[in-house]
């Protein structure tokens, strides 16, 4: 079975502080791809990333980046010089790349508050 | 702009009442998804569709009914059957290739209360 733990439940941060949101999963596959969401208040899930388990390069967009790590099971996403537009609910999810799989795992999110 | 259109934003339903969440893609996308989220949770899946005339079941289809009579359209009938339906419904869809690592794309979501 997999899983998704997004220990954080709720951050908050003053504008221009660096944060780090903690995705830990768990599956027995070998492949699998690992995804970022970010839900604004509006409602709507906008795509921020997905990662191949066997590329583990870190990944920087702009103040974004991610720090994906096998050995410890963990794909962190890390805001730098967080803005007040930052404030929303990160979801971090993973889905098995075999062959009819299309079922994406989620965790339950971080809820995120950039404090002007 | 291509994308994903669910309809209405808000949905009462009383009791006893089936209700339907619609929801329109013209990404030419092969698969589609219905979530539902509620409080505090992540998404949890209720039924996909990887071509039109078949869907399966996801991790919680009980009291759920959907359709895939258009490669555009899936839209989810929430019967009386579910006895708490009171959440945010999601629609996705995605490209459809083996091992793939084609991001689901979303809507803007369906907010439905019992009156």
């Known amino acids: 079975a997999q899983k998704v733990t997004q220990a954080q439940t709720e951050i908050s941060v003053v504008e221009k502080e660096d944060v780090t949101l903690d995705c830990v999963y768990e599956?027995?596959?070998?492949?699998?791809?690992l995804f970022w969401y970010k839900q604004p208040p509006s409602g709507e899930l906008v795509f921020l990333i997905r990662?191949?388990?066997?590329?583990?390069q870190n990944e920087i967009s702009g103040r974004y980046s991610w720090n994906f790590q096998k050995s410890t099971s963990s794909f962190n996403f890390t805001i730098t010089a967080s803005q007040v537009v930052d404030s929303a609910v990160y979801f971090c999810?993973?889905?098995?790349?075999?062959?009819?799989?299309?079922?994406?795992?989620f965790g339950k999110g971080t809820k995120l508050s950039v404090i002007p | 702009d291509g994308g994903i259109t669910q309809s209405p934003k808000y949905l009462f339903r009383k009791e006893g009442q089936n209700v339907t969440l619609s929801c329109e893609q013209n990404?030419?996308?092969?698969?589609m998804y219905w979530y539902r989220q509620d409080p505090g949770q992540g998404l949890r899946l209720i039924y996909y569709?990887?071509?039109?005339?078949?869907?399966q079941k996801g991790d919680i289809a009980e009291g759920y009914s959907v359709s895939r009579e258009k490669k555009e359209s899936f839209p989810l009938t929430v019967t009386s059957a579910q006895k708490n339906p009171t959440a945010f419904y999601l629609c996705?869809?995605?490209?459809?290739?083996?091992?793939?690592?084609?991001?689901?794309?979303f809507g803007d979501g369906t907010r439905l209360s019992i009156l």
């Open positions: 996705a869809s995605s490209k459809l290739e083996t091992g793939s690592n084609q991001p689901q794309h």
């Open positions: 599956t027995r596959d070998t492949t699998y791809y």
């Open positions: 990662r191949n388990s066997f590329d583990e």
């Open positions: 999810a993973l889905r098995y790349s075999g062959a009819g799989s299309y079922q994406l795992t």
């Open positions: 990404l030419n996308h092969d698969a």
């Open positions: 569709s990887q071509i039109v005339n078949d869907f």
